[in-house]
């Protein structure tokens, strides 16, 4: 799975009627994403805060990877407004 936006992941997760199964896509989509700069908008399709608080934790930490490799915003696709934080 390709997805270019942050939507067609969206879409792919209104098929899961559990947030663990939710979880699972929404991780595997993310690196697969290019609109990474709006993927916050993906917490509404769970139920339960404690999925939106791990996948908010997930994508921290994969950007804290992507800076100790040595990424920049551009080489995942993003521009400089993503709505995390590289400090």
């Known amino acids: 799975i390709t997805t270019g936006v942050t939507l067609p992941s969206s879409e792919l997760m209104g098929f899961f009627s559990f947030d663990d199964a939710k979880l699972d896509l929404a991780k595997y989509a ?10 916050f908008l993906l917490n509404d399709a769970f139920s339960f805060s404690s999925s939106k608080e791990e996948l908010m934790k997930y994508i921290q930490d994969k950007d804290k990877e992507y800076k100790l490799r040595g990424y920049t915003l ?4 993003e521009s400089p407004g993503s709505f995390l934080s590289y400090q």
């Open 74 to 77: 551009q080489d995942r696709g």
């Open 30 to 39: 993310y690196d697969r994403t290019v609109d990474r700069n709006n993927y």
